[in-house]
């Protein structure tokens, strides 16, 4: 299987099976003496794991990392970092029906099709824990770029039709509520929707938002690798996302172009922006004001409402979904498009050193 190997400068390679022993990733090309350990990187798998709350499959897992190379007394050594997380609590047995046929919304027909066979086991690749190596390489690299005083935050804008209200906006309230809002209010009208559609055996669809600040300006190229264009190849990656907006995204067909552009002022001797319709890009490159992007999940395909599909033997067949599974993917995917992101701009930065001579000059000398 191609495709599991993400990044230029900073590149990351996942592997592993929802119902396998277990998954990991190998992180080469980040930098030496960089202070990493096993907590830096529990913290962001611990906002991923399963089994947390009534809105996450009910699967117990630690998902506790071990760093089995490229750490040398609490600092990167500049060579490759091997990562991996056991599985624990595989019930392979609940997967053995769906190995006849087709589940709707699931990669089961294209797997088959693909490859001529599939491991049907919680979907293997295509599983929703194949998100792990992103994660724990996500930590690594949001880690680098916050000594590079870049930092990032992210959360649930939407589940349903319930959206937050950022005149309600309270950053401490994210960690507070199991969806990952940061409006206490929309947060609890959210839960209810969400068990509602628990008990109507059904799911629902949101939306993540991720904010980066402290970018310098010009990070990313200006035609096939455009930053916002990478941002959207490494979120629209990852299985759930149906849909990506940097800025104003898809509000830009109706917008007018004196509204639309952003004005430029001088503020202490540097040029900013006035506004941030753009989304922190300008011609690919960031522009020095805090990138914002989007992302939209759609429902968890796995449900026990009756569904028409097809077996293996070509017949048109109803099935509901048996196992454990969660009834709205975004507050688990939250961190997910945190990594994605940490990981795009993290190459990016290291690709950017190569861009101006004078630079390199004044480094090597």
């Known amino acids: 299987m191609a495709g599991s190997i993400y990044g230029k400068l900073f590149r990351v390679s996942t592997w592993?099976?929802?119902?396998?022993?277990?998954?990991?990733?190998?992180?080469?090309?980040?930098?030496?003496?960089?202070?990493?350990?096993?907590?830096?990187?529990?913290?962001?798998?611990?906002?991923r794991?399963?089994?947390?709350?009534?809105?996450?499959?009910?699967?117990?897992?630690?998902?506790?990392?071990e760093i089995l190379s490229g750490i040398?007394?609490?600092?990167?050594?500049?060579?490759?970092?091997?990562?991996?997380?056991?599985?624990?609590?595989?019930?392979?047995?609940?997967?053995?029906?769906?190995?006849?046929?087709?589940?709707?919304?699931?990669?089961?027909?294209t797997f088959d099709e693909k490859y001529g066979?599939?491991?049907?086991?919680?979907?293997?690749?295509?599983?929703?824990?194949?998100?792990?190596?992103?994660?724990?390489?996500?930590?690594v690299a949001a880690k680098l770029l916050k000594s590079l005083g870049i930092e990032l935050l992210s959360y649930t804008k939407s589940i349903g039709p319930y959206e937050i209200?950022?005149?309600?906006?309270?950053?401490?309230?994210?960690?507070?509520?199991?969806l990952y809002m940061p409006d206490k209010k929309t947060a609890e009208k959210a839960g209810e929707y969400v068990i509602e559609m628990l008990k109507a055996h059904d799911s629902t669809g949101g939306t993540a938002e991720c904010i980066v600040t402290g970018m310098p300006v010009g990070i990313g190229e200006t035609?096939?690798?455009?930053?916002?264009?990478?941002l959207a190849k490494g979120i629209m990656s990852i299985g759930a996302v149906k849909g990506i907006e940097i800025g104003d995204g898809m509000a830009v067909a109706k917008a007018i172009g004196s509204v639309n552009n952003d004005g430029f002022r001088m503020s202490d001797g540097r040029v900013e922006k006035i506004t941030n319709h753009s989304g922190g890009t300008l011609g690919g490159m960031s522009d020095g004001s805090p990138i914002i992007i989007?992302?939209?999940?759609?429902?968890?395909?796995?449900?026990?409402?009756?569904?028409?599909?097809?077996?293996?033997?070509?017949?048109d067949i109803t099935v509901s979904v048996k196992g454990r599974h969660d009834p709205i993917i975004v507050p688990r995917a939250v961190v997910?498009?945190?990594?994605?992101?940490?990981?795009?701009?993290?190459?990016?930065?290291?690709?950017?050193?190569?861009?101006?001579l004078d630079k390199i000059i004044e480094f090597y000398r």
């Open 16 to 47: 592993g099976e929802s119902h396998g022993k277990g998954l990991g990733v190998v992180i080469d090309g980040c930098p030496a003496g960089l202070e990493l350990s096993e907590e830096d990187v529990q913290i962001y798998l611990n906002r």
């Open 49 to 65: 794991k399963p089994g947390q709350s009534k809105f996450s499959t009910p699967r117990k897992e630690d998902d506790a990392v």
């Open 72 to 109: 040398f007394e609490g600092r990167t050594t500049g060579t490759p970092i091997s990562m991996v997380v056991l599985n624990k609590t595989q019930r392979s047995a609940d997967y053995s029906e769906i190995a006849g046929y087709y589940r709707p919304g699931h990669a089961d027909y």
């Open 117 to 139: 066979f599939r491991d049907y086991r919680g979907g293997g690749r295509s599983s929703g824990r194949e998100t792990i190596g992103r994660v724990a390489a996500g930590a």
């Open 165 to 178: 209200d950022y005149a309600e906006f309270d950053r401490e309230e994210i960690l507070n509520n199991n």
């Open 223 to 230: 035609v096939f690798d455009k930053l916002d264009a990478n």
């Open 294 to 315: 989007r992302a939209a999940f759609k429902p968890t395909p796995s449900i026990l409402h009756e569904q028409r599909t097809v077996n293996k033997s070509g017949e």
């Open 336 to 356: 997910v498009m945190e990594a994605m992101t940490a990981l795009t701009i993290a190459d990016a930065v290291l690709e950017n050193m190569t861009a101006r």
